[in-house]
């Protein structure tokens, strides 16, 4: 059996052939090239790495340290305020005492300046005290008791505002009252009144 082609003169579809990449140069050298680079970043990967473990381990280090020192911080702050505490209890402690001390003391001053004030042939019958307020009320033989009784409280540092309250003179005897203010720290000294006042 016979077979004829009539299509000779047709065209036929090209073969088309699986496309080849072809690179040139890629010796030996090359390839050692590529090698070494890759070893290089696998080796910069690694310090990186490293590198970035160590930095996070100082981190960690400091961090810790870093809290350590404020619970130090903490404690002493706590102490501080402590020590603040008892200091203001001790300073109130302080001034109690310091208070009991000065009024111990004020009774004594003044029993002593009235004392140092009293004139001869005078007596007092008593004496009131409110704050520092004082009311004598007493006798004497003579005005001019009563007068230099008068003028020493007037005179003295210790004293100040003395008024007449009541007066009265019968013959050998005065019954007085006087009020004054005691000043427990003292005023400044001014000369004695000349004259007898509160007569």
């Not at 008791?145 to 003028?151: E, G, P, S, V």
């Not at 009020?179 to 427990?184: N, T």
Request: aromatic share 8%.
């Amino acid at each position: 059996m016979i077979k004829v082609n009539l299509l000779t003169g047709a065209k036929r579809d090209p073969v088309r052939k699986a496309p080849s990449v072809k690179v040139e140069g890629l010796g030996g050298s090359q390839n050692a090239l590529l090698v070494v680079i890759l070893g290089l970043a696998v080796a910069f990967a690694g310090w990186r790495y490293y590198s970035l473990s160590a930095e996070s381990e100082r981190l960690d280090q400091n961090l810790e340290t870093a809290r350590e020192q404020l619970k130090k911080v903490e404690d002493d702050r706590k102490a501080i305020e402590v020590l603040k505490v008892k200091k203001a209890a001790f300073q109130k402690q302080i001034d109690i005492i310091t208070n009991l001390k000065n009024n111990q003391q004020v009774p004594v001053r003044l029993l002593d300046e009235v004392s140092r004030n009293l004139p001869d042939f005078l007596w007092l019958i008593s004496m009131q005290e409110s704050g520092n307020q004082l009311t004598f009320s007493g006798r004497a033989t003579t005005p001019n008791a009563y007068a230099n009784f008068y003028n020493n409280l007037d005179a003295s540092a210790y004293f100040s505002d003395v008024g007449k309250i009541s007066y009265t003179a019968d013959r050998d005897d005065v019954t007085f009252s006087l009020s004054a203010r005691f000043v427990p720290g003292g005023k400044q000294r001014k000369p004695p009144a000349t004259g007898q006042q509160g007569q």
